[in-house]
């Protein structure tokens, strides 16, 4: 048998700008979906999930389906799937295993695909298996990501720089223990009025509106400004200052809170309780409505956060 792994993911900042052909800055975690798996010669493709076992016969079929675009027929398989990424948390368990199943299938045909066009056929299947019109993110990270090098991924043409973080820089990722789905509709609805506002600004994505385009549009705002936060993250990591860092990470928060309306309550006081705990400064990180919360301090923060029993870490 053979195995092949792909992991989940936080997101440090850019959120809801992958679909609208701006930039994220998201980083692997050491949580991984793992598949192992071996050829089968009558072509049949046999898959069994130990997390979600009534739930992975849709994803098979979208990915032999999108792979199958990319120009080659997959061979069969027999493959076991198990994945340590919290489903529902934000940390990007689709996206890992997409990649991890799309990579397994690739293998058996003998395919080698580029990163960007094996993540653009696995987003492809996420969207046909789930519905939920995603980004490009996840599946840029499940592919590329390592632990503790977020990378800068510019979305429109899916060109990647990694950053590395300051070796002082503690980064937390919290579970405020809320679980969503992004089938229900609140992701989808969030896209929409992106493109509606693009289209209205007479722009092809909200990429190219300035903060003066979209000043009175909440939604619009959002994605503009949090393009303008991506950069201003990346420049501060660049230079060590983690405390600059933080900062971005609290704006960031509160523009998914006021203007984008992703937070929850609990999402919220996560946030503060771990700015209380030393944290430089904190956000809800994936797409929002659940799931987690990242923070970024200094060494001393681990610790601090270990010793609260309020605040459960991912990792
Ligand atoms: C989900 C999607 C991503 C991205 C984030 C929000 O994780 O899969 O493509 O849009 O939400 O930033």
Known sequence: MAFVQAPGRVNLIGEHTDYNGGWVLPMALDLDCLVGFRRREDGAVRVTSLDAPGEIAPWVDALVTELAAEGRAPAGLDAVVASTVPMGAGLA??????????????????VELEPAVLAEAC???????????????????????????????DCRDVTVERVSLPAHAVVVVADSGVRRSLSDGRYAERREACEAAAARLGVGTLRDASAADVADDPVARHVVSENERVHRMVAALRSGDVEAA???????????????????PELDALAERLCS???????????????????????????????DPSVVSVQ
């Open 93 to 110: 368990s689709s996206g890992a295993l997409s990649i991890a199943l799309g990579l397994a299938l690739c293998r058996v045909a003998g």
């Open 123 to 153: 987003r492809r299947a996420e969207e046909r298996a789930t519905g939920v019109p995603c980004g490009i993110m996840d599946q840029v990270v499940g592919v590329l990501g390592a632990p503790r090098e977020p990378l800068l991924v």
């Open 246 to 264: 933080g900062a971005v990470l609290t704006e960031g928060h509160r523009s998914l809170r006021d203007d984008f309306a992703v937070s929850t």
């Open 277 to 307: 705990l030393g944290a430089y400064g904190a956000r809800l990180t994936g797409a929002g409505f659940g799931g987690c919360v990242v923070a970024l301090g200094g060494p001393e923060l681990s610790e601090r956060v270990s010793d």
